[in-house]
């Protein structure tokens, strides 16, 4: 049994201590480290040590990183000496021999190789400058744009449409007040407010007409959408704020992360001779 699914039976059975909320977090205890690695348990002639600790606390959620490390510790020791009773029982049947378990272990070894040759593949080739660079022509290709500020008023049926702007013709009409008693959307408690947007953001028949007005102005007629009939209000226009490095660094090093993982099998590809074969082993022709 995983350890989060131990922690969580605890808390449902209400086996959690109850500790203080300045109480010493699992994620302060991961952050501190192994320091000289103590003996934390025996089983037998086996021990286990803070470092097997933080390796098991390693495989926890975040939002469980965040309990207090007195509720978790008695837990996670226990599943720590489990671990070793079933280890030392199973070696006494010499199942470290048996070839179901050295296969899965092939396994495992093949996969951490795979992924560890792959990250420092990527690691190499993905320096500061490069991802730099690959933001440097984000921005190129993805120039700020024009954006503006509207409220709108939506109504069911054209009918409805035109008599709001009946009431809106009128001396000083208060456009926010009169989108919070008839707009039916979830903005009329702002006044209609939709805040700023770009072209892309909104449905092509609501962006045209608001981009073809100026602050201060009311549309004339209805704008009719998927969701119904739109009186708008332009308030603002503006150009946008290009994206900051950092703010893009995360998904820009995901997005070069996944290009340069393709170009390295590529590569390797493209040094070997592949050959692929039917489920009954019949040679597949080599593709072009």
């Avoid at 201590?17 to 192994?34: E, H, K, L, N």
């Avoid at 069911?156 to 009409?173: G, S």
């Avoid at 226009?237 to 950092?246: C, D, K, M």
């Amino acid at each position: 049994m995983r350890l989060s699914r131990l922690v969580s039976l605890a808390a449902v059975g209400g086996l959690l201590a109850v500790t203080p909320v300045a109480a010493q977090t699992v994620a302060d205890v991961i952050r501190a480290g192994v320091g000289d690695n103590p003996v934390i348990a025996r089983v037998d002639a086996l021990e286990i040590r803070r470092a097997d600790l933080l390796a098991l606390f390693g495989q926890l959620p975040p939002q469980m990183r965040e309990l207090p490390i007195a509720s978790i510790y008695p837990l996670a020791l226990e599943r720590l000496i489990d671990g070793k009773l079933l280890v030392a029982a199973g070696r006494t049947q010499n199942l470290q021999d048996d070839a179901e378990v050295k296969r899965r272990v092939a396994e495992y070894v093949d996969r951490q190789v795979q992924e560890t040759y792959l990250t420092r593949a990527i690691a190499a080739k993905l320096t500061d400058t490069e991802l730099r660079r690959r933001f440097d022509d984000f921005v190129k290709a993805n120039p700020p744009q024009e954006e503006v500020r509207a409220r709108h008023i939506l109504v069911a049926t054209e009918q409805a449409a035109r008599e709001v702007l009946a009431e809106l013709r009128r001396p000083n009409a208060d456009f926010a007040a009169i989108a919070r008693a008839r707009s039916t959307d979830g903005t009329a408690r702002d006044g209609g407010d939709l805040g700023f947007f770009s072209r892309g953001d909104m449905v092509p028949e609501f962006a045209e007409a608001a981009f073809a007005m100026q602050p201060g102005q009311v549309s004339e007629a209805p704008v009719r959408t998927q969701f119904g009939f739109h009186i708008i209000r332009l308030e603002q226009r503006r150009t946008g704020e290009a994206p900051s490095f950092e703010a893009t660094r995360e998904q820009l090093r995901q997005d070069a992360s996944q290009e340069i993982a393709s170009e390295v099998v590529d590569e390797l590809k493209g040094k070997s001779r592949i050959e692929r074969r039917t489920l009954e082993g019949a040679v597949i022709p080599s593709r072009p």
